[in-house]
């Protein structure tokens, strides 16, 4: 079985060998869809096996302090969600090539002004900015579509099959949190609470950020430095973010409320700014998936969960001093050197 960390050792205690083997078949089946997504988003950073694999060590850390609590049949949607909750973003040649024809392109451009004046001035064949932005949208949409065509039996667990949960957590990760509020997340299911695996979900992708998910040799290939396009200028700015960042660190013996510590070393104050920025959404998304912790389950209502950020290890490289050697921050937090 492949090393998942605490998640694995959760499901390794799962009696059937059978449900262990069809989690790894559907993992092995993700990771091949994953590798199609960089072909219909060339300039984005990583969403491949790469980003499933610290999602689930990000999961594993956040559910440390009560990871004696998680029950098999949860940590096998968690690994799962994990590999495919991106999987959407992944379209052949030909899907790509169809677009155009969809339904629901139709109604995407209905709703956005810029994408349908673009798609117009092109005679009617959507550019690749407008299709990227599509694919995006309906990624979380489209699990069930690379769902539906695994074998099903891998998404059986015993008797009933998972494709249902899955889909449901997967699709979370792009909805509101409040969502997670809704019946739909009843806390039981064949003893699994799916909204404590959807927030585990949501706070471990928005806290994979850091060098692993853009690599200085793929951002160099890319050339996003000279943007040449909106879209590439837009990428530019999200590598720099990643490329910047050493990530978050966890305590030891994290308390509810517990703060994590993020290092980043940006070397220009855009960049910096960018970073400051994104923290504050995830301090957002933090708090409120605290709130929805509270109508998860009894077992992890009182799991600790991360309020804070400590950016007192975001080191400015490229700020330049004053002439007495220091560097200064204004009313928000930006280092600058007036």
Same mark, same amino acid.
């Given at each position: 079985m492949t090393d998942w960390g605490p998640l694995g050792e959760v499901l390794a205690a799962e009696p059937s060998r059978e449900n262990q083997a069809n989690v790894g078949k559907l993992a092995d089946r993700a990771e091949d869809l994953l590798k199609l997504v960089r072909e219909t988003f060339p300039t984005y950073t990583l969403h491949d096996e790469q980003h499933a694999e610290n999602v689930i060590a990000l999961m594993g850390k956040l559910a440390a302090p009560r990871i004696d609590q998680m029950r098999p049949l949860e940590a096998a949607l968690l690994i799962l969600a994990a590999y495919f909750h991106d999987a959407g973003m992944a379209y052949t040649a030909e899907e790509i090539a169809a677009i155009a024809d969809e339904d629901e392109f139709?109604? %995407?451009? *209905?709703?956005?002004? =810029?994408? %349908? !004046?673009?798609? =117009?001035?092109?005679?009617?064949? $959507?550019?690749?900015?407008?299709? +990227?932005?599509?694919? /995006?949208?309906?990624?979380?949409? /489209?699990? @069930?579509?690379?769902? +539906? =065509?695994?074998? $099903? &039996?891998?998404?059986?667990?015993?008797a009933a099959s998972i494709i249902e949960p899955l889909a449901l957590i997967c699709r979370s990760h792009n909805e509101p949190a409040t969502a997670l509020n809704e019946e739909r997340f009843k806390k039981d299911h064949r003893k699994a609470d799916l909204r404590f695996c959807a927030i585990?979900?949501?706070?471990?992708?928005?806290? *994979? %950020?850091?060098?692993?998910?853009? $690599?200085? !040799?793929?951002?160099?290939?890319?050339?996003?430095?000279?943007?040449?396009?909106? +879209?590439?200028?837009? &990428?530019?700015? +999200? @590598?720099?973010?990643?490329?910047?960042?050493?990530?978050f660190e966890f305590p030891e013996n994290p308390q509810r409320g517990y703060s994590l510590q993020f290092v980043a070393g940006p070397t220009n104050p855009g960049v910096e700014h960018d970073l400051r920025s994104f923290l504050e959404v995830v301090r957002e998304e933090l708090l409120r998936c605290r709130t929805i912790a509270d109508n998860c389950d009894d077992r992890w209502r009182t799991l600790p969960l991360p309020a804070e950020i400590d950016t007192s290890t975001i080191t400015s490289h490229g700020t330049p001093q004053l002439p007495d050697g220091s560097r200064r921050k204004d009313e928000n937090g930006w280092w600058w050197s007036r």
């Open positions: 139709r109604s %995407f451009l *209905d709703g956005d002004d =810029e994408a %349908f !004046v673009a798609t =117009e001035r092109s005679g009617g064949v $959507p550019p690749t900015g407008v299709i +990227e932005r599509y694919c /995006r949208a309906r990624h979380a949409d /489209r699990v @069930w579509t690379h769902l +539906e =065509e695994c074998d $099903p &039996s891998w998404l059986r667990w015993g585990m979900l949501r706070l471990a992708d928005i806290l *994979d %950020f850091d060098q692993s998910r853009a $690599p200085r !040799v793929i951002y160099d290939l890319l050339g996003l430095a000279r943007h040449g396009t909106p +879209e590439a200028a837009t &990428s530019d700015a +999200e @590598w720099q973010k990643h490329l910047a960042a050493g990530g």
